[in-house]
């Protein structure tokens, strides 16, 4: 069936044990990611965004990027096409916890929260990398994002720093 064809993917804690245990039948389908993941995407978030983005919104406690960027990052790497769910900025998000689960604290909604400092700048790369509009996305709060191997980068200029 198609679910047992699917990557599972398995985020690693700080210790590097992992948060669950895979079936050995799937473990030839498993991925793991370590920190290295996370500091490698924060590392290119400050240096195309400028220092302010760090300020923005709710005083976060990491540095580091979500989970969930990680997560669309290795989803793009791998498939043509992602559509995804809270990524970007939306009027739904303004009304929506940031989290499934739990009391959350003093965490105003799912556009902003105070554990990650980049959160806003994630959700304005998003935004920038969405096939989807703009207007549309903060909408509907979805967005699509072309995978990897869809996209020339020929003849691209670097990016110059999102003010």
Known sequence: ??????PFFIWLSNSGKPRSIVPSELADRSLFVDRAAFLELMHV??????PR??????????????????????????????????????????????????????????ND??????FEAEHELWARISSTPRDVAFKTGTA??????SISCDNEPPPQTIL
């Open 1 to 6: 069936d198609a679910a047992r064809n699917t």
């Open 45 to 50: 978030i400050m240096e195309i965004f400028a």
């Open 53 to 110: 983005w760090k300020t923005e919104g709710l005083d976060g406690k990491s540095i580091l990027p979500t989970c969930g960027a990680v997560g669309l990052l290795l989803a793009l790497t791998m498939c043509n096409s992602t559509d995804a769910y809270g990524f970007v900025a939306s009027e739904a998000g303004a009304h929506t916890r940031y989290h499934y689960y739990g009391n959350n604290g003093n965490e105003a909604n799912a």
């Open 113 to 118: 929260n105070t554990f990650h400092r980049l």
């Open 144 to 149: 699509t994002f072309p995978g990897f191997a």
